[in-house]
């Protein structure tokens, strides 16, 4: 017996529960040490005699009455003033999406006869094309507008004015009434779209439909890709900390009509292959009415700009082929740019969300491998112990993928990215909302919940917003999720054969 070996370490300790017992001990830190000075301070309370107490008491009768009133007077400025320049707390009272029609659908038979039936496209650039969406991730109930079923469609200026009307009208109409919001009573208005800027703009659209007051603070947000639903929360949060007792509309869109690309450039086509169309508007409010009813509060948005780098400037970028024709060049490095970008983002994220004890090892790991040249991998902090859902923009397979491997996912944490992207393709900015709907809509937001949302887009950009659930989301839930989502999750093959 005494000349057996020790069993393996990793057998007989349950590292695991190392880690977990570690991890609440550096979390609750301040307790263990608050708890034995509140325990001795309670004993020695408690051994004070009666004579003790009422010296005390004398002692605090024969101050200066001036003297308590000057404290007291400044207790009360300092409470004031803390209360009035903290940070008004800004509300998400309710989202809507767009819900595409059935006849709007382009299964994979649909998309294939269509590309070969547009005299502009050759063979080599139908198979191209056909080869993305075998890889896409993408299912065959997403959807394109009207003018893309045309052929070749029609990406005239009146069908792509129909097109925004249609899913912008149509989720603002559904938000108003989930809300009841009358639109009188909106005092900030925000529009994203990237690629589809006409005179007057989307926001003036908007004022004009419902007929908006006068003095509403209103912006219309362009070219700044998917990541802009984002920026535009961004905006709404400085707006309603300027301004109290406001609601914020917010519109996040992509206008596909006019940018179906009928070139034979390979970079360009991609988009014709991804992109389906979306819209959602979402309604923020800082008024204290609205906290009983809304779903979350915004607590954090770090946004990351890498445009001073020529590669990351140019990996999105709207340019004319050599035949003249317009469209989206997507670079070949556009996922290495994507996960450099993502690195700043999370750097600047992780040490508002992170625990004490993954900011610790991290701190740790650096410091070995800076300061005392460790060769030790760069220790990558587990972000599932800061938020229980994710909304990863549904960009594509690959970028899912990506992230799920960067930030070492589970299949659950992204699987709303991938059903989102399976059943409604890539709907730029508001792809974020039908992956928010896909989580309340399978019953997992329950209150205390936390939401990050990551979004990516031309300039090149990383943007993050953070939202804590404020209740139990029952369901079932009204959406774009309401006729389907029974059916999911579903299984995505890496190629689905089309040819």
């Known amino acids: 017996m005494a000349n057996e070996p020790l069993p393996p370490f990793s057998s007989s300790v349950r590292l695991k529960y190392v880690k977990l017992g570690y991890q609440y001990l550096v979390n609750h830190i301040l307790t263990f040490i608050l708890i034995p000075i509140i325990v001795g301070i309670s004993i020695e309370l408690a051994r004070v005699g009666p ?15 001036i003297y308590v009133m000057s404290t007291l007077f400044l207790v009360i400025i300092v409470g004031t003033v803390y209360f009035m320049s903290r940070p008004r707390p800004v509300y998400l009272v309710d989202y809507a999406c767009f819900r595409p029609k059935p006849n709007f659908r382009v299964p994979f038979s649909t998309f294939l006869e269509h590309a070969r039936l547009v005299p502009q496209f050759d063979e080599r650039t139908v198979r191209f094309q056909v ?63 990237s690629l589809f800027s006409p005179t007057p703009s989307l926001s003036a659209m908007i004022v004009n439909k419902y007929k908006l007051r006068s003095n509403i603070l209103s912006f219309n947000l362009s070219g700044m890709g998917c990541s802009a639903g984002l920026i535009s929360l961004d905006l709404a949060r400085d707006l309603l900390q300027a301004h109290g007792n406001s609601n914020a509309l917010v519109v ?55 445009g001073a780098d020529d590669a990351a400037y140019r990996c999105v970028f709207q340019e004319q082929d050599s035949e003249g024709l317009t469209g989206i060049n997507l670079s070949k490095d556009l996922m290495a740019i994507a ?100 989580i309340e809509s399978k019953g997992r937001m329950k209150k205390g919940d936390r939401v990050w949302m990551i979004g990516f887009g031309s300039g090149f950009k990383c943007n993050s917003a953070v939202w804590k659930c404020l209740k139990t989301i029952k369901t079932p839930v009204d959406g774009p999720w309401s006729t389907s989502i029974h059916r999911y999750p579903v299984d995505v093959p890496a190629v689905v054969k089309v040819l």
């Not at 009841?180 to 009573?185: A, I, L, T, V």
């Not at 690309?261 to 008024?287: D, I, Q, T, W």
């Not at 990558?380 to 690959?398: M, S, V």
């Open 252 to 306: 996040s869109t992509e206008i596909i009509t006019p940018n179906y690309y009928l070139g034979k450039e390979r970079a360009m086509l991609l988009p014709n292959c991804l992109f389906r169309m979306g819209a959602a508007a979402v309604l923020l409010s800082n008024c204290r009415r609205e906290r009983s009813r809304a779903k979350y509060r915004l607590t954090h948005v770090v946004r990351t700009h890498k």
């Open 339 to 438: 996960g450099d970008a993502l690195k700043s983002n999370i750097t600047t994220m992780g040490p508002l969300v992170l625990p004490a004890s993954e900011q610790l090892l991290f701190l740790f790991s650096l410091i070995a491998r800076k300061v005392f040249k460790a060769k030790w991998k760069p220790y990558i902090p587990d972000f599932r112990l800061a938020f229980e859902h994710f909304c990863i923009h549904a960009g594509g397979r690959a970028v899912i993928d990506e992230l799920q491997k960067n930030l070492q996912l589970s299949d659950q944490h992204v699987e709303a990215s991938r059903m989102a992207l399976h059943r409604f393709g890539n709907t730029s900015s508001s792809s974020l909302w039908y992956e928010l709907n896909y």
């Open 51 to 65: 004579d003790e107490i009422l010296s005390l008491l004398r002692f605090l009768n024969d101050l200066d009455l």
């Open 131 to 193: 080869k993305i969406l075998e890889r896409s991730g993408l299912g065959e109930e997403t959807c394109l507008p009207p003018a893309n079923h045309y052929i070749p469609p029609t990406c005239s200026m009146a069908a792509a004015r129909s097109e925004a009307e249609l899913v912008i009208f149509s989720a603002i109409d559904e938000l108003l009434n989930k809300t009841g919001m009358r639109p009188k009573n909106i005092d900030i208005l925000i529009v994203n779209c």
